[in-house]
């Protein structure tokens, strides 16, 4: 099972728009009111594999003060204004994707930043330590913000908010420390490297895959009525990224060597997807498959963008960089 799950993790930006087709088609012939009922325990379980395996004892590493407090002045400052202003200038009249967006820039890095970092020779170290702090920033500011920005149009009272996060990241890691604690101590760092880490976040694919083909099944008549909807939404996403490829770029390259700039690239522009899509489910439950919508088409984007810019590192940094191990399909 765990092979499969890695191969449809490794090629996620096919499978995604293919299970979003499909859903379409269910959500446009068949009741998915019924499917809703799965989404309690399949968000626990987008989040919970990540919690086991994430590295809290980087929260107290030393050094790097410099690069990760910039990441974190990106992270939620620029990028949280910036998607604001995107959702209000192109999706003026729709306050639910326009809270997606904000969604989105609210919860920055994933593990995906890891890898990313690592694949284009970064500073490995800091990009886990940028995750741990921007996790858990992001899941305290995340109401704060969403009650500044969107106030009363936001439709969610401020403490039913905090009260969902709590439910949706806090519960799942302490749930997941508590986890990591007992698999260390019964089999060791050794097998818990080897096997329980590579293995236990795959659980997270199916559980990320079964998500956004709920949250797009509970569109489907939007999507089929309106289809220009979905493409403008991808466009907007696209520029998104870009743009924020090319802002942290031009600062990573003006402030840090080039190990560190990495580090900054992937983890600011990086999102942690899984963890907004949980929310904007979790939190708006009666429309949170209009505000998961943008979030689903982001993973697309997001996959295609890091596969993208590492293509092109090269030319970005003029340097050599040809001993690069990744293949990018």
Same mark, same amino acid.
Request: no cysteine; hydrophobic share 55%; proline share 4%.
């Given at each position: 099972? @765990?092979?499969?799950?890695?191969?449809?993790?490794?090629?996620?930006?096919?499978?995604?728009?293919?299970?979003? +087709?499909?859903?379409?088609?269910?959500?446009?012939?068949?009741?998915?009111?019924?499917?809703?009922?799965?989404?309690?325990?399949?968000?626990?379980?987008?989040?919970?594999?990540?919690?086991?395996?994430?590295?809290?004892?980087?929260?107290?590493?030393?050094?790097?003060?410099?690069?990760?407090?910039?990441?974190? !002045?990106?992270?939620?400052?620029?990028?949280?204004?910036?998607?604001?202003?995107?959702?209000?200038?192109?999706?003026?009249?729709?306050?639910? +994707?326009?809270?997606?967006?904000?969604?989105?820039?609210?919860?920055?890095?994933?593990?995906?930043?890891?890898?990313?970092?690592?694949?284009?020779?970064?500073?490995?170290?800091?990009?886990?330590?940028?995750?741990?702090?921007?996790? !858990?920033?992001?899941?305290?500011?995340?109401?704060?913000?969403?009650?500044?920005?969107?106030?009363?149009?936001?439709?969610?009272?401020?403490?039913?908010?905090?009260?969902?996060?709590?439910?949706?990241?806090?519960?799942?890691? &302490?749930?997941?420390?508590?986890?990591?604690?007992?698999?260390?101590?019964?089999?060791?760092?050794?097998?818990?490297?080897?096997? @329980?880490?590579?293995?236990?976040?795959?659980?997270?694919?199916?559980?990320?895959?079964?998500?956004?083909?709920?949250?797009?099944?509970?569109?489907?008549?939007?999507?089929?009525?309106?289809?220009?909807?979905?493409?403008?939404?991808?466009?907007?996403?696209?520029?998104?990224?870009?743009?924020?490829?090319?802002?942290?770029?031009?600062?990573?390259?003006?402030?840090?060597?080039?190990?560190?700039?990495?580090?900054?690239?992937?983890?600011?522009?990086?999102?942690?997807?899984? !963890?907004?899509?949980?929310?904007?489910?979790?939190?708006?439950?009666?429309?949170?498959?209009? &505000?998961?919508?943008?979030?689903?088409?982001?993973?697309?984007?997001?996959?295609?963008?890091?596969?993208?810019?590492?293509? !092109?590192?090269?030319?970005?940094?003029?340097?050599?960089?040809?001993?690069?191990?990744?293949?990018?399909?």
């Amino acid at each position: 099972m @765990f092979k499969m799950l890695n191969h449809i993790q490794e090629k996620l930006v096919i499978y995604l728009p293919i299970t979003m +087709i499909l859903a379409i088609a269910y959500g446009y012939y068949f009741n998915p009111a019924g499917l809703k009922l799965f989404m309690p325990i399949i968000i626990f379980f987008m989040v919970y594999p990540m919690m086991v395996t994430l590295r809290y004892e980087e929260l107290l590493a030393k050094g790097n003060g410099k690069l990760h407090l910039v990441a974190q !002045i990106i992270n939620f400052l620029v990028f949280p204004i910036m998607g604001y202003g995107i959702g209000k200038l192109f999706f003026p009249d729709n306050n639910y +994707i326009i809270i997606g967006l904000l969604l989105m820039s609210l919860l920055p890095t994933s593990g995906m930043t890891i890898s990313w970092t690592g694949f284009a020779k970064g500073n490995v170290p800091a990009a886990i330590k940028m995750m741990v702090i921007g996790l !858990i920033l992001g899941s305290v500011l995340t109401p704060f913000y969403l009650n500044i920005f969107m106030g009363e149009s936001g439709g969610i009272p401020f403490m039913d908010i905090i009260n969902e996060i709590i439910k949706v990241v806090f519960v799942p890691m &302490v749930l997941g420390y508590g986890s990591q604690k007992y698999l260390l101590k019964k089999y060791g760092r050794e097998r818990f490297q080897n096997e @329980f880490k590579k293995n236990i976040p795959l659980i997270a694919t199916l559980a990320l895959v079964g998500i956004v083909f709920i949250s797009t099944a509970m569109r489907a008549n939007v999507i089929v009525a309106n289809p220009i909807m979905l493409v403008k939404i991808f466009v907007v996403l696209a520029v998104s990224y870009t743009a924020s490829f090319i802002l942290v770029t031009i600062i990573a390259k003006a402030m840090f060597n080039r190990e560190d700039g990495i580090a900054l690239i992937y983890g600011t522009v990086m999102r942690n997807l899984s !963890i907004a899509l949980a929310i904007a489910l979790s939190i708006y439950s009666t429309s949170g498959s209009e &505000v998961a919508l943008i979030v689903a088409v982001g993973f697309v984007v997001q996959i295609q963008g890091a596969a993208l810019y590492l293509k !092109i590192l090269d030319k970005v940094y003029k340097t050599d960089n040809s001993q690069l191990e990744l293949e990018v399909n």
